[in-house]
């Protein structure tokens, strides 16, 4: 699982930033937000969190679902929350290799005109 820290970082690094302030200034946050969410004193809120994902070039969704695990982490809600990160993870894997398969299958001789007998000897051949 990804920390506020690794957003924050990579936020700074795609950008260019070399402090918390320049960062704080280009999410327009005033203050130390940027300090408190390092020191965990305080969260982004979920706006602001995808906003921060968007600059880290990192996934909404995930940045979403660890920002309520990161202010869950005393509570049974956490583990529920990093379950249904794995779940989604293992979902969108499925979903990629299925996606392979079907290319993959399209590409063999014969499929696109039906000839089963060319398409199940490639197939074999595989």
Not at 7 to 31: C, E, F, P, W
Not at 70 to 90: I, T
């Amino acid at each position: 699982m990804k920390t506020i820290d690794d957003y924050l970082d990579k936020a700074k690094h795609n950008h260019n930033l070399k402090s918390d302030r320049q960062l704080s200034i280009m999410l327009g946050v005033t203050g130390n937000y940027v300090t408190f969410y390092r020191t965990k004193r305080s969260w982004p809120s979920d706006a602001l969190m995808i906003k921060i994902a968007d600059l880290a070039g990192e996934d909404q969704t995930e940045a979403l679902i660890n920002l309520n695990i990161w202010r869950n982490s005393d509570s049974a809600a956490a583990p529920l929350y990093s379950r249904l990160l794995d779940k989604l993870k293992v979902a969108a894997m499925l979903c990629i290799a299925m996606t392979f398969i079907a290319l993959s299958v399209a590409a063999l001789p014969g499929y696109e005109t039906g000839d089963l007998v060319a398409w199940g000897a490639s197939l074999y051949i595989l």
